[in-house]
């Protein structure tokens, strides 16, 4: 039995912050976010590389991306 079966909250933040705290895990999901709104909005996505400034156009930049997951996860550690 799963140690979050009866906790999923507990179970996504252990999430976010294995996707925060690894960073080849963090650009990999950045990659996969930016891959799916070019598919959801039918636009090319642009694909930020590490240490590299994101491309004028990119809607889920590694930053915002930093930024959105941490939000999710402050709110989180409220309830």
Same mark, same amino acid.
């Given at each position: 039995?799963?140690?979050?079966? =009866? ?5 996504? +933040?252990?999430?976010l912050k294995?996707?925060?705290? =690894? ?7 950045? +990659? ?10 039918? +636009? ?6 590490p240490g ?24 989180l550690q409220?309830?």
């Amino acid at each position: 039995m799963s140690r979050f079966l =009866n906790t999923p909250l507990n179970a996504l +933040k252990q999430l976010l912050k294995g996707i925060l705290d =690894n960073s080849e895990l963090f650009y990999e999901f950045a +990659k996969q976010v930016n891959f799916k709104w070019g598919q959801m909005y039918d +636009k090319r996505p642009h694909f930020q590389s590490p240490g590299q400034s994101a491309h004028p156009e990119d809607e889920y930049s590694h930053e915002l991306v930093r930024e959105k997951l941490m939000n999710l996860l402050t709110t989180l550690q409220k309830e």
